[in-house]
């Protein structure tokens, strides 16, 4: 039985990763971070930039630390624009076990200037084209895009979640299947994770995750993480698109790497909750609290099938939480004030997390180093 009593979690240490330095001159606010450990021990951290949550000059950003996340390099522009088309885009990255840093991104679509990324008055999204960029040089230089031929129709994806490598090889990229511009969702809006058995070269099948769009529950910016004994672990937003409001976040576990239990409950409230597996396998869950303003911090462990929490602190309290149902589900979103955590743990056993977050009136991307 786990010793609930010698569980805790502490914030050791914050700073920024970029903050827009003249805010008073230009526009420039960040979302939706992404960060990776380089084998030379540097750190690498890609986010979204623009002057709006869904401003046509949205795009992805990388920033260095060499110093363990202290101070970082000034963002740079790590892909170009389509070639033919008006886009906005986005990329998630991680390391895979030989090094090589894997980026999944998209470009969105911009058939209207006048149009943001969503459609406020049916929650649906622009059309995109999503690709896999390689880097062997530690981000410094990338392949071209090579574009991915999904398995599915979305119409749309959220792409929430870097690329995955298991230890069987295979490459999953969890996400979410998203409604079209005009509303349609042939296969609902339910998370989801295609599948490479050739490290990123094709697509062609996929894992249903979680899904209840049946009953108006979307499922979305889920989180997955690999256990020591190989078996999945994954968890969701589950949002009830009918009464505007979160239910409890659920996870689901694929005993067999490849097909996922029904929904349970882990007893946490909340939006945007995103996990890593902790060396002796525990889980720490950051999310934004569905009941109580902040992001919050939880300690779990998975005893057979079932969530166990054991801690739970807050490490960042500056905006109350976000989705309520007290306006259409588009402008919420786009009006949200932080989320999207991301967790990785490091050498010494401490865990680096960053989150965006909207700070005296400018979203800026911040660090945190906590020890459990």
């Known amino acids: 039985m786990t010793n609930k009593s010698a569980a805790s979690i502490r914030v050791v240490s914050t700073g920024i990763i970029y903050r827009n330095p003249k805010p008073y001159l230009r526009a420039v606010h960040t979302w939706h971070p992404t960060v990776a450990l380089l084998k030379n021990g540097e750190l690498l951290a890609a986010f979204d930039c623009g002057q709006g949550a869904e401003s046509l000059d949205y795009r992805s950003y990388l920033s260095r630390s060499t110093d363990g996340g202290k101070t970082w390099s000034e963002p740079q522009?790590?892909?170009?624009?389509?070639?033919?088309?008006?886009?906005?885009?986005?990329?998630?990255?991680?390391?895979?076990?030989?090094?090589?840093?894997?980026?999944?991104?998209?470009?969105?679509?911009?058939?209207?200037?006048?149009?943001?990324?969503?459609?406020?008055?049916?929650?649906?999204?622009?059309?995109?084209?999503?690709?896999?960029?390689?880097?062997?040089?530690?981000?410094?230089?990338?392949?071209?895009?090579?574009?991915?031929?999904?398995?599915?129709?979305?119409?749309?994806?959220?792409?929430?979640?870097?690329?995955?490598e298991l230890s069987d090889g295979r490459w999953l990229a969890p996400m979410s299947t998203w409604k079209g511009w005009n509303g349609e969702a042939p296969n609902g809006m339910k998370a989801i994770a295609l599948i490479s058995t050739d490290r990123g070269r094709s697509w062609p099948t996929y894992l249903d995750v979680m899904d209840d769009y049946a009953n108006g529950v979307?499922?979305?910016?889920?989180?997955?993480?690999?256990?020591?004994?190989?078996?999945?672990?994954?968890?969701?937003?589950?949002?009830?698109?009918?009464?505007?409001?979160?239910?409890?976040?659920?996870?689901?576990?694929?005993?067999?790497?490849?097909?996922?239990?029904?929904?349970?409950?882990?007893?946490?409230?909340?939006?945007?909750?995103?996990?890593?597996?902790?060396?002796?396998?525990r889980i720490l869950c950051l999310y934004r609290r569905d009941d109580k303003p902040g992001l919050w911090a939880n300690l779990a462990c998975i005893e057979g099938d079932n969530w166990v929490n054991l801690a739970e602190a807050p490490v960042w309290q500056g905006a109350a939480s976000g989705m309520q149902g007290e306006a259409a589900a588009g402008d919420e979103l786009s009006n949200l004030k932080f989320g999207f955590p991301r967790l990785i743990v490091l050498p010494d056993g401490d865990v680096f997390a960053a989150f965006w977050c909207c700070e005296d009136c400018v979203n800026n991307i911040r660090w945190m180093r906590l020890q459990v």
């Open 77 to 164: 522009r790590f892909y170009g624009d389509h070639p033919t088309r008006q886009t906005s885009s986005i990329a998630r990255i991680n390391v895979t076990r030989d090094g090589t840093v894997v980026a999944l991104g998209a470009y969105i679509f911009r058939n209207d200037p006048e149009q943001g990324l969503l459609n406020h008055q049916t929650f649906g999204y622009a059309p995109m084209q999503m690709f896999v960029m390689r880097s062997a040089d530690g981000g410094r230089t990338w392949d071209a895009p090579s574009f991915i031929e999904p398995p599915l129709v979305g119409p749309s994806f959220e792409l929430c979640h870097p690329i995955l």
């Open 218 to 281: 979307i499922h979305f910016e889920q989180s997955m993480v690999e256990l020591p004994d190989r078996r999945l672990l994954a968890v969701a937003w589950a949002y009830n698109e009918k009464t505007g409001r979160s239910q409890p976040t659920p996870y689901a576990i694929a005993n067999d790497g490849r097909k996922f239990s029904p929904r349970r409950r882990t007893g946490l409230h909340g939006q945007t909750a995103k996990i890593v597996c902790l060396p002796d396998g």
